[in-house]
């Protein structure tokens, strides 16, 4: 998961509703979309792009290194197995309302390939002034050294308009989704924007449920030059104790996976956790090099 102009992107679906209004937005935005994948309908175009049959035809005609898929639940299990059976390595799932066990066996599938999957249920990835895979809008974007990872849409939008309106920018912002099981989660992201060249400072905004916030918190300190560089965010601090929350991924399981437990996590490593989103912005300034 880089920040790669060269990534030539396979649209998972293309034909369908989702699938040809998000594709010419990514493609508006700059991303190299080389075609479609939509089975029973190879051979044809669509937004002046060719369509094949399965991803396998697709990589060996366009090279596509990059799969993003707007296929409807009951298909995302077949998908994600069709582009890591064509060698592709990067693979972004924005279906919301994917099965457990079918996501289950994605990740088992995604992790034996050593390819990276962004998703389900995520609003992607876009990199300012470069690309984007998914649906985020572009136009509360601009450029800077600024990564953002989150599990909500959102408030992935929210705090890319703070950001931005504070006078810095984005390098890369990755939505991992809400649900239960997913692919890349936030210490992939870390790790990934530890090493871009284009990221100084990162936000991470989490929420109630599961612990990889808490497992990010643990890898903060081994990180080098983005150590000191992390602000936090944790939505759900004002959910009521044992009511059943939206998001798949939204459980708490004794003592992991509540706001508290997350925001004391990151605290203890000095990553700064604000109450409320307009806080981020004048926590973040100061940490990113002048």
Known sequence: MSRNEGTRVIVKGMTGREGAFHPQAMMDYGTNVVGGVTPGKGGTTHLDHPVFPHCLAAVEETGATASVAFVPPRFVLGAVEDAVESGIKLLVVITEGVPLLDEILMGQMVKEAGATMIGPNCPGILSSGIGKMGIMP???????NVGLVSRSGTLTYEVVDLICRAGMGISTAVGIGGDRVIGARFKDVLLAFEADEETDGVVMVGEIGGDDEERAAALIPTLGKLKDRVVGFIGGRT????????????????????????????????????ERLSEIPALLQPRLPR
């Open 138 to 144: 572009s136009g509360m974007f601009r450029q800077g």
């Open 239 to 274: 959910a009521p104790e044992g009511k059943a929350m939206g998001h798949a991924g939204a459980i708490v399981e004794g003592n992991k996976g509540t706001p508290l437990a997350k925001v004391a996590a990151l605290e203890a490593v000095g990553v700064p956790v604000p």
